[in-house]
């Protein structure tokens, strides 16, 4: 269990013991946990300075009962043992730093680069801390925000729709007609088409199958503003680039 992610249920269903009792043991009398010298504050923070490297990250993850914590790992050691250089409770600026700045700054110093989300209170507590390193917003952050953006117009244009639609409902019950939605050349009906089309523009378009494509073909053209902001979403080296230097310069 010190070498590996395994729990102490695990090992112990294998070799045919009680796994519960196997972890009191291990945590009272194998761990050295007792003895461990951040006993006292690790609820609250940790750090692991030997465990720096000149590539980082920080995030936020929540733990136990949904707590939020704050994250530094060392990239080299992709997600394994040592990848760990500090632990902080919560997400507040200040905290952060103060935890960080336990490590001494010969070593901080040494950092060339710190990948962070778009969280102002991330980007203040590196740039306070790790004076010089390159902050590089995570790809995954970008691109996330950049579909929620193109999510965002599809719902708004779908509400729209069904607006447009109700009015046409009453003034058909109005003049006592049956009202008739226009149906689309693949079957859909307008809100139908902007509802089908979630998926779609979550992808490129060499991954669209045969109906995402035919969507596509009617849905695009139609709403020019949504092809704008898709064909960006779906370029994301140059968006990236763009709204990650934007960023860094709002948070100095």
Same mark, same amino acid.
């Given at each position: ?5 395994i729990? /102490?249920y695990q ?5 045919k013991?009680d ?9 009272d009398?194998l761990?050295y946990?007792h003895?461990?010298?951040q006993?006292?504050?690790?609820e ?6 030997k465990?720096?490297g ?7 993850t929540?733990l ?10 060392n990239? /080299?050691?992709?997600?394994?043992k040592g990848?760990i250089?500090a632990? &902080?409770?919560g997400? %507040? /600026?200040?905290?952060i730093?103060?935890v960080l700045?336990r490590i $001494?700054?010969?070593v901080?110093?040494k %950092? ?5 989300d778009?969280a ?7 740039? *306070?801390?790790f004076?010089?390193?390159? *902050? %590089?917003?995570?790809?995954f952050? %970008?691109?996330?925000? /950049? ?6 117009l ?5 509400w729209?729709?069904l607006?447009?639609?109700n009015?046409?409902?009453a003034?058909a019950?109005?003049?006592k007609?049956k009202?008739? $939605?226009?149906v ?15 998926y779609?523009?979550?992808?490129p378009?060499s ?18 503003l ?5 064909l960006? &979403?779906? *370029? $994301?080296n ?8 934007s960023?860094?310069k709002? &948070?100095?």
């Amino acid at each position: 269990m010190d070498n590996h992610p395994i729990s /102490a249920y695990q090992l112990g269903h294998y070799f045919k013991v009680d796994g519960k009792q196997l972890q009191e043991q291990y945590k009272d009398y194998l761990s050295y946990y007792h003895s461990w010298d951040q006993k006292e504050h690790a609820e609250k923070w940790l750090v692991f300075p030997k465990n720096q490297g000149e590539y980082l990250s920080i995030d936020e993850t929540a733990l136990s009962n949904g707590e939020l914590y704050t994250i530094v790992t060392n990239k /080299a050691a992709k997600g394994r043992k040592g990848a760990i250089v500090a632990m &902080c409770k919560g997400t %507040v /600026a200040e905290d952060i730093i103060a935890v960080l700045e336990r490590i $001494p700054l010969r070593v901080r110093n040494k %950092v060339k680069e710190v990948t962070l989300d778009m969280a102002a209170n991330m980007a203040k507590a590196i740039r *306070r801390c790790f004076p010089h390193a390159r *902050r %590089v917003i995570d790809r995954f952050h %970008v691109q996330k925000l /950049a579909s929620d953006a193109v999510q965002e117009l599809r719902i708004k244009y779908r509400w729209k729709a069904l607006d447009e639609e109700n009015k046409l409902i009453a003034e058909a019950r109005k003049s006592k007609q049956k009202y008739q $939605p226009e149906v689309l050349s693949n079957g859909d009906t307008l809100k139908q088409l902007l509802a089908r089309s979630r998926y779609l523009l979550f992808k490129p378009s060499s991954r669209w199958t045969p109906c995402q494509k035919e969507r596509a073909d009617i849905l695009l053209p139609r709403y020019p503003l949504l092809q704008k902001a898709y064909l960006l &979403c779906i *370029r $994301p080296n140059n968006y990236i680039l763009s709204v990650s230097t934007s960023f860094l310069k709002f &948070c100095g």
